[in-house]
């Protein structure tokens, strides 16, 4: 079984800085592509920015330039960090995981970490 656990949270002012961790553990043989996704309170969840095994990065329109997301393979972690910050990055940020594992491919969430970004 494999679980994924965010850190890094919270309340921010506008125009400040956050960085989400999340951390992949179980039985994992391989991780393929890792990545944050968002929740606002009465929209969908929608993709933040993904990276491949290979360092390959993608990112939504309305955070590049603000948000970089990296992953240390040897730890099985992802990372995003996030700087100038506005009101409407507020959202629940969900880490996803594709992995290779003793069952098979599976595609896992992390149970979310808020980020609040307020005056």
């Known amino acids: 079984q494999v679980q994924v656990v965010e850190s890094g949270g919270g309340l921010v002012q506008p125009g400040g800085s956050l960085r989400l961790s999340c951390t992949a553990s179980?039985?994992?043989?391989?991780?393929?592509?890792m990545g944050w996704y968002r929740q606002a309170p009465g929209k969908q969840r929608e993709l933040v920015a993904t990276i491949t095994n290979t360092g390959r990065t993608n990112y939504a329109d309305s955070v590049k330039g603000r948000f970089t997301i990296s992953r240390d393979n040897a730890k099985n972690t992802v990372s995003l960090q996030m700087i100038s910050l506005k009101p409407e990055d507020t959202a629940v940020y969900y880490c996803?995981?594709?992995?290779?594992?003793?069952?098979?491919?599976?595609?896992?969430w992390g149970q979310g970490t808020l980020v609040t970004v307020s005056s």
């Open positions: 996803n995981t594709r992995a290779n594992s003793l069952t098979g491919r599976v595609e896992v």
């Open positions: 179980g039985t994992i043989f391989s991780i393929n592509n």
